[in-house]
């Protein structure tokens, strides 16, 4: 079964930089049948894509939080992680690393698997 | 991108239907069958509940149905229980190799 696990931490400084990892258990990061991905939900919010990347690093982000981010991997580990600089308070969320699938054609399809998410506020 | 569209809420009787609609344009749901649909309890990370616009996952309930018409696909659910009170989110293939997210739904069983 696959799983995925959210870590970093919970607390934030405004103008410090969130860095949060994943850790995948149950399937090896290098695979072309997928792409690892970060998702944020503020509080009482809906859902926002922030972006994701392929095992040998090639990246797709969110064009609002592009200038500020950064998604890396380490198939050593079999982790993936995030960097957002320069966080505010409208960072505040809960931050999701998420397995999605695709196809045959590279064409991104479904979102199959899901970690707890962790809640990272941005204050002082 | 913009995001999709959904109406914030939707409610039903324990047994009745209800279908949630995800509105987007030519260029997202309506160019790709690609929306996925996805239930959210509070507290908890969203599951996958259906796929490729009419696909379901092995252990989601038949009560649950999507469609597509056009720029706007469509979630229903049968048979109403209280264990389907959620926020349900609409996801779509938007190209440019990325997805595009709908607000979601808080679905109220009554």
């Known amino acids: 079964q696959v799983q995925l696990q959210e870590s970093g931490p919970g607390l934030v400084k405004p103008s410090e930089t969130l860095s949060l990892t994943c850790s995948v258990s149950g399937n090896s990061v290098i695979t072309d049948n997928y792409y690892w991905s970060w998702i944020r939900q503020p509080p009482g919010k809906g859902l926002e894509w922030i972006g994701y990347i392929s095992y040998s690093g090639s990246t797709n982000y969110n064009p609002s939080l592009r200038s500020r981010l950064t998604i890396s991997v380490d198939t050593s580990k079999n982790q993936f992680s995030l960097r957002l600089r320069s966080v505010t308070a409208a960072d505040t969320a809960v931050y999701y690393c998420?397995?999605?699938?695709?196809?045959?054609?590279?064409?991104?399809?479904?979102?199959?698997?899901w970690g707890q998410g962790t809640l990272v506020t941005v204050s002082s | 991108q913009s995001a999709l569209t959904q109406p914030p809420s939707a409610s039903g009787s324990p047994g009745q239907s209800v279908t949630i609609s995800c509105t987007g344009t030519?260029?997202?749901?309506?160019?790709?069958?690609?929306v996925s649909w996805y239930q959210q309890h509070p507290g908890k990370a969203p599951k996958l509940m259906i796929y490729?616009?009419?696909k379901r996952p092995s252990g989601v309930p038949d009560r649950f149905s999507g469609s597509k018409s056009g720029n706007t696909a469509s979630l229903t659910v049968s048979g109403l229980q209280t264990e389907d009170e959620a926020d349900y989110y609409c996801?779509?293939?938007?190209?440019?190799?990325?997805?595009?997210f709908g607000g979601g739904t808080k679905l109220t069983v009554l």
């Open positions: 030519s260029n997202d749901v309506g160019g790709y069958n690609y």
């Open positions: 490729e616009v009419t």
């Open positions: 998420a397995r999605v699938d695709i196809t045959i054609f590279g064409v991104l399809n479904l979102i199959d698997f």
């Open positions: 996801i779509s293939y938007v190209g440019t190799n990325n997805l595009v």
